[in-house]
């Protein structure tokens, strides 16, 4: 049996998932609960939702859609649309067999992944998938099914022959959790400019002040589907954009939702995600920024040879050549912390402005070094002086407003016209001491306080960083944001003794 009823738009908000609204009496007649998983039947689209039941907000004979939903259906008020019961996945027996210390197979996997793709099994039963990553685990075959039924699953790009190279396709993704988000920005046109194909695509921010993605929407368009980031590929040999809008590997990002819910995340769980996305995109030599310590997704030293090897064993299956670049993290990437503040610490470097952040110039340069190497650009021990005269003779800065503009950007912006929160508070040292350490944790702290990632202007600035020699009276930080409010809510945030670790 299924309805048939008149569409209708609900003004509330639906949140990650495709939800619709049913009256009470509606739901009765065809025995339909609350969470129940079903099928809505447009003349041209079939959509998978999860059932929500009301008295008032849609009359017997109505389906409600949430607003924030309706943009991406080809949904119209007052017209009919199927509802359906979905019949009970076979999915749920493959991760109940999962939980029971059972083996799965390619095809049980595949099964898995292309109904957590099309929303077919509930968030409950995605979150028991979730614990089998921790126990029992996956071993080496189960890990590669889950890469291959990602991928499978949504849209696979393919740059082989793009400007004469062959199937040489690069790029570099760190695991994150590291405030600062400048090496990307500033290593994509490093390696295009040597003629590389480099393809790269970012992430808004989830535990970090702001996401790579956050901080290049400052100065060009970062919104594209795979034709658009294939042309602008096709044009420039790279791009920087935002992956959310493509459909690669989308069971990833429903899982990451799940798992973002539980605040937990196993190795084994990023690194499949992380290889079915570069799969996805067409890499074929991938470098692999590994930060650790005590503050970062890699927190004691000796799982990094595990975490290295896992990698390096994951991609060589699936045919990417993979490089660890593996560093010990004390603190943020760079000294400008939040979307404005990162892009400006970008364009200065690009700018070879003598207020740039050399530590953030370094960090890049070294990376970058070793992925010309890596993809035989370069020969051994000369990547990273090639990376820096790249930068010094503008070579880099060139190729960076190329892709902006073949991206969309409409003029070149420079680190002077970045606009700051025009509420400001600096921060003084009470003590004296070299800075050996900033806690990461904090910063996020207080660069939210201060309304990041959403308030672009908001954020922190570091007059004094890792390595910096201070004085008691000292202007250690600078606070920027929007509001006064959020000044004071970062000032009662801060605590000198939890952010810094000071030597004397």
């Given at each position: 049996?299924?309805?048939?009823?008149?569409?209708?738009?609900?003004?509330?908000?639906?949140?990650?998932?495709?939800?619709?609204?049913?009256?009470?009496?509606?739901?009765?007649?065809e025995s339909l609960v609350a969470g129940d998983?079903?099928?809505?039947?447009?003349?041209?689209?079939?959509?998978?939702?999860?059932?929500?039941?009301?008295?008032?907000?849609?009359?017997?004979?109505?389906?409600?859609?949430?607003?924030?939903?309706?943009?991406?259906?080809?949904?119209?008020?007052?017209?009919?649309?199927?509802?359906?019961?979905?019949?009970?996945?076979?999915?749920?027996?493959?991760?109940?067999?999962?939980?029971?210390?059972?083996?799965?197979?390619?095809?049980?996997?595949?099964?898995?992944?292309?109904?957590?793709?099309?929303?077919?099994?509930?968030?409950?039963?995605?979150?028991?998938?979730?614990?089998?990553?921790?126990?029992?685990?996956?071993?080496?075959?189960?890990?590669?099914?889950?890469?291959?039924?990602?991928?499978?699953?949504?849209?696979?790009?393919?740059?082989?022959?793009?400007?004469?190279?062959?199937?040489?396709?690069v790029d570099k993704h760190s695991i994150g959790?590291?405030?600062?988000?400048?090496?990307?920005?500033?290593?994509?046109?490093?390696?295009?400019?040597?003629?590389?194909?480099?393809?790269?695509?970012?992430?808004?921010?989830?535990?970090?002040?702001?996401?790579?993605?956050?901080?290049?929407?400052?100065?060009?368009?970062?919104?594209?589907?795979?034709?658009?980031?294939?042309?602008?590929?096709?044009?420039?040999?790279?791009?920087?954009?935002?992956?959310?809008?493509?459909?690669?590997?989308?069971?990833?990002?429903?899982?990451?939702?799940?798992?973002?819910?539980?605040?937990?995340?196993?190795?084994?769980?990023?690194?499949?995600?992380?290889?079915?996305?570069?799969?996805?995109?067409?890499?074929?030599?991938?470098?692999?920024?590994?930060?650790?310590?005590?503050?970062?997704?890699?927190?004691?030293?000796?799982?990094?040879?595990?975490?290295?090897?896992?990698?390096?064993?994951?991609?060589?299956?699936?045919?990417?050549?993979?490089?660890?670049?593996?560093?010990?993290?004390?603190?943020?990437?760079?000294?400008?912390?939040?979307?404005?503040?990162?892009?400006?610490?970008?364009?200065?470097?690009?700018?070879?402005?003598?207020?740039?952040?050399?530590?953030?110039?370094?960090?890049?340069?070294?990376?970058?070094?070793?992925?010309?190497?890596?993809?035989?650009?370069?020969?051994?021990?000369?990547?990273?002086?090639?990376?820096?005269?790249?930068?010094?003779?503008?070579?880099?800065?060139?190729?960076?407003?190329?892709?902006?503009?073949?991206?969309?950007?409409?003029?070149?912006?420079?680190?002077?016209?970045?606009?700051?929160?025009?509420?400001?508070?600096?921060?003084?040292?009470?003590?004296?001491?070299?800075?050996?350490?900033?806690?990461?944790?904090?910063?996020?702290?207080?660069?939210?306080?201060?309304?990041?990632?959403?308030?672009?202007?908001?954020?922190?600035?570091?007059?004094?960083?890792?390595?910096?020699?201070?004085?008691?009276?000292?202007?250690?930080?600078?606070?920027?944001?929007?509001?006064?409010?959020?000044?004071?809510?970062?000032?009662?945030?801060?605590?000198?003794?939890?952010?810094?670790?000071?030597?004397?």
């Amino acid at each position: 049996m299924a309805l048939y009823l008149k569409v209708k738009k609900i003004d509330l908000q639906a949140g990650d998932y495709l939800k619709i609204l049913l009256n009470k009496l509606d739901a009765e007649n065809e025995s339909l609960v609350a969470g129940d998983k079903v099928w809505v039947s447009t003349y041209d689209h079939e959509y998978s939702c999860t059932v929500n039941i009301t008295d008032t907000k849609v009359e017997e004979g109505e389906v409600g859609f949430y607003s924030d939903i309706w943009d991406g259906t080809d949904l119209t008020a007052g017209s009919y649309v199927r509802v359906e019961l979905m019949s009970k996945s076979r999915s749920v027996g493959y991760i109940a067999k999962k939980l029971q210390g059972e083996r799965l197979n390619e095809e049980e996997m595949s099964e898995i992944m292309k109904d957590i793709s099309q929303h077919k099994i509930r968030s409950a039963e995605m979150a028991y998938f979730m614990a089998t990553m921790f126990s029992p685990g996956f071993n080496d075959e189960e890990a590669l099914y889950a890469v291959k039924g990602m991928v499978a699953a949504g849209e696979v790009l393919d740059f082989k022959n793009v400007k004469k190279n062959g199937s040489l396709v690069v790029d570099k993704h760190s695991i994150g959790g590291i405030a600062g988000k400048g090496i990307t920005p500033l290593l994509v046109p490093i390696i295009a400019s040597f003629g590389l194909i480099i393809p790269n695509t970012s992430t808004r921010a989830i535990t970090s002040p702001a996401g790579t993605t956050d901080i290049l929407e400052v100065i060009m368009p970062v919104n594209f589907n795979g034709d658009e980031i294939q042309e602008i590929v096709a044009q420039t040999g790279g791009v920087l954009a935002w992956g959310g809008n493509l459909n690669i590997a989308p069971a990833d990002d429903i899982l990451i939702r799940v798992e973002k819910g539980l605040h937990v995340q196993s190795y084994q769980k990023f690194i499949i995600s992380i290889v079915a996305k570069k799969l996805a995109m067409g890499i074929s030599h991938i470098l692999i920024d590994l930060p650790y310590g005590k503050e970062t997704k890699i927190s004691e030293p000796e799982d990094i040879e595990l975490v290295s090897e896992s990698f390096i064993k994951l991609f060589n299956k699936v045919g990417i050549k993979c490089h660890v670049y593996t560093r010990n993290v004390i603190g943020p990437d760079s000294r400008g912390i939040g979307p404005n503040l990162e892009i400006r610490d970008v364009l200065k470097i690009l700018e070879n402005d003598e207020g740039k952040s050399v530590e953030l110039e370094d960090a890049v340069v070294t990376m970058a070094g070793d992925l010309l190497e890596f993809a035989g650009k370069a020969k051994k021990g000369m990547g990273e002086g090639m990376a820096r005269d790249c930068l010094d003779s503008g070579k880099a800065e060139k190729k960076f407003w190329e892709i902006a503009f073949a991206q969309g950007c409409k003029e070149k912006i420079f680190s002077k016209d970045i606009k700051l929160g025009e509420k400001k508070f600096e921060v003084f040292s009470t003590k004296d001491g070299i800075i050996e350490s900033i806690s990461n944790k904090e910063v996020v702290k207080i660069s939210r306080a201060l309304g990041t990632p959403g308030i672009k202007e908001a954020g922190i600035y570091f007059n004094k960083f890792l390595g910096d020699e201070v004085k008691k009276g000292d202007v250690l930080m600078t606070f920027y944001s929007t509001a006064e409010q959020r000044i004071k809510n970062a000032q009662e945030t801060y605590d000198e003794n939890k952010l810094f670790t000071y030597s004397s």
